[in-house]
């Protein structure tokens, strides 16, 4: 059996800050509402002339710089995004130029929120039929370009950012396993409604409260398919590395699996909600912290658009 591991994390974040207080001066809200009900302090915001590809590279680059692959050694790359720098060619392959590693294959993956858990999950069958040795896992997102700032229910919650990992061919396992779902028919319920042919809305829209309430149930019943899947008990687990969406879903999640807060990365406060790259930038931040450390075992779990969901089970 060939297994993956994960073997070394990046992230970036680009350096302008939108805080709560400066939302404050342009909309009905406030510090103080916003970290009640989300959690969020502060989020990073991309340049305008900024790509999610100039992310991806540069949280490529920072995972490279503690690897012990070059990067000629990769032989796939798969980018998880929603905010795509144009409709085609794929983000994937404007990282591969940058890069300059052609001509290894390189493709996006649409499934918001969940892209990460998706693109890990496609990784590792890779490496599992001995197919590829060392996957390029990039989750980005610039979800600012398709943030209505008018709208105080979307405005709050959304952040830029990239994170990438290395995936590599292994004798022991590091990827225990990975569940991917989706269910179209709440489709409405969070989306950007805009067309191929271009017409309608171009910002996101979402039933917030709707949205919560299946978040937290769909995030239950993936905790139990993973833990029984792998026979394992809560206590198994030793860090939970969420989506990053709302601190009232994290910590029902790890209420869920009995766990303390502080077994929880948690870069909402940070971040925001990256779509995307919000789980390989919380794992990159759990790990270069030193909080997570070889050997452990850590749950990643992740909801959104679509409706998407999945989880990764991993040994660090
Ligand atoms: N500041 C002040 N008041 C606000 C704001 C704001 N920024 N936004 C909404 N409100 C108001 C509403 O207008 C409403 O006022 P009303 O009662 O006078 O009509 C009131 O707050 C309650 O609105 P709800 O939308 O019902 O508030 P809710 O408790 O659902 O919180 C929130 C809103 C924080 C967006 C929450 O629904 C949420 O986090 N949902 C999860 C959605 C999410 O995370 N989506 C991301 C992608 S999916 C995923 O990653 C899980």
């Not at 059996?1 to 207080?21: D, E, R």
């Not at 940058?98 to 969940?114: H, M, N, R, T």
Request: hydrophobic share 40%; net charge neutral; charged share 25%.
């Amino acid at each position: 059996m060939i297994y993956s591991k994960i073997t070394s994390v990046g992230g970036y974040l680009p350096s302008n800050i939108l805080t709560n207080k400066d939302l404050e001066r342009s909309l009905d809200t406030s510090d103080e509402w916003i970290v009640t009900m989300t959690g969020i302090k502060e989020r990073h915001i991309i340049d305008p002339n900024e790509t999610s590809s100039d992310m991806a590279y540069k949280a490529t680059l920072d995972a490279i710089k503690t690897s012990k692959k070059d990067l000629k050694e990769i032989d796939l790359i798969i980018v998880a995004t929603t905010t795509p720098d144009k409709i085609f060619p794929s983000t994937a392959c404007a990282l591969q130029n940058k890069l300059g590693i052609g001509e290894c294959p390189a493709f996006d993956i649409q499934a918001v929120c969940s892209g990460f858990i998706y693109a890990l999950s496609i990784a590792d069958k890779f490496i599992n039929t001995g197919s590829k040795k060392n996957v390029l896992v990039v989750g980005v997102d610039a979800m600012s370009k398709i943030t209505d700032y008018s709208d105080r229910s979307n405005a709050i919650l959304w952040g830029d950012g990239a994170g990438a990992v290395i995936v590599s061919a292994s004798d022991k396992p590091g990827i225990i396993s990975t569940h991917i779902h989706s269910d179209g028919k709440y489709e409405s319920l969070l989306h950007v409604p805009r067309t191929k042919n271009l017409s309608g809305k171009d910002t996101i829209e979402m039933q917030g409260n709707q949205v919560f309430k299946i978040a937290v149930n769909t995030l239950d019943r993936i905790v139990d398919e993973t833990l029984k899947a792998n026979n394992l008990k809560k206590s198994d687990i030793d860090w939970l590395v969420p989506h990053q969406a709302n601190i009232r879903i994290l910590e029902a999640t790890a209420k869920k699996l009995d766990m303390s807060m502080d077994r929880v990365i948690v870069t909402i406060d940070k971040h925001g909600n990256t779509s995307a790259a919000s789980i390989p930038l919380a794992l990159n931040d759990g790990i270069k912290s030193g909080k997570i450390k070889p050997g452990e075992t850590i749950l990643m779990e992740a909801f959104g658009g679509g409706f998407t969901w999945g989880s990764a089970l991993i040994k660090y």
